[in-house]
């Protein structure tokens, strides 16, 4: 199938990392996205890893993918209240340029 | 740089009316989206377009219809809502270069069908 699987929710303290995972079905895709989307906004692109990478680090932000268990995580380092969001992970099929989203993960920071 | 603009941003119809959503987009991409957002199952694509003249069909697109008549416009059509139809509609826009897929989204409209 083409599932996207995420966790739906993920409440940490604020100054604590946080790990959001996500599992992906199809070993061809290419690129594997993160997206945020805060309350009422549309979705914005975080970062982005090409397959034939392990991890890719944007300041607080890590990116690690293991392909072999077509698992993706993305870390967020000294969590802050403005963290707090929704984040969709995505894989891209090559075949007419669709993304497949997960179903979200709601990440909750609490002071 | 306006980016991806939606109109409306909000909208009440009844069963059976009949409406359009549009989406703007100024950087020139080729690639145009409709997706639906509900609770608890992420973002799922209702149609496509990989060019202007052109459409195709994504994951959910019963009762949808579309049109990519110039290049910088997509627009996604109800004939007849349902109460079915109640969901918060983004579009998104693509360059999609060099196998990378990156979507930049509008704001959403947000659309209640009674």
């Known amino acids: 199938g083409e599932d996207v699987e995420q966790s739906l929710f993920l409440s940490v303290r604020e100054g604590d990392s946080s790990v959001i995972n996500c599992t992906y079905t199809?070993?061809?895709?290419?690129?594997l996205y993160w997206y945020k989307q805060e309350p009422g906004a549309g979705l914005q692109l975080l970062t982005y890893?090409?397959?034939?990478?392990d991890m890719k680090q944007d300041q607080r932000l890590t990116v690690l993918l293991n392909k072999k268990d077509k698992h993706l995580s993305l870390r967020i380092a000294d969590t802050q209240t403005g963290d707090s969001a929704i984040y969709f992970c995505?894989?891209?099929?090559?075949?007419?340029?669709?993304?497949?989203f997960g179903q979200g993960t709601e990440l909750s920071v609490k002071p | 740089n306006a980016g991806v603009t939606q109109t409306p941003k909000f909208r009440v119809l009844k069963t059976g009316q009949s409406m359009t959503l549009l989406c703007a987009q100024d950087?020139?991409?080729?690639?145009m989206y409709w997706y639906r957002q509900d609770p608890g199952m992420g973002l799922r694509l209702i149609h496509y377009?990989?060019?202007?003249?052109?459409?195709a069909k994504g994951e959910v697109p019963d009762g949808y219809n579309v049109s990519r008549l110039k290049k910088q416009n997509f627009l996604l059509g109800l004939e007849s809502a349902a109460p079915s139809q109640t969901s918060v509609y983004f579009c998104?826009?693509?360059?999609?270069?060099?196998?990378?897929?990156?979507?930049?989204f509008g704001a959403g409209t947000r659309l209640s069908v009674l």
């Open positions: 998104a826009s693509s360059p999609h270069r060099e196998g990378k897929n990156i979507q930049y």
């Open positions: 199809d070993s061809s895709s290419t690129y």
């Open positions: 890893i090409f397959s034939n990478m």
């Open positions: 995505a894989e891209s099929k090559t075949a007419g340029g669709k993304l497949i």
């Open positions: 950087m020139n991409h080729e690639y």
């Open positions: 377009s990989v060019g202007e003249g052109t459409t």
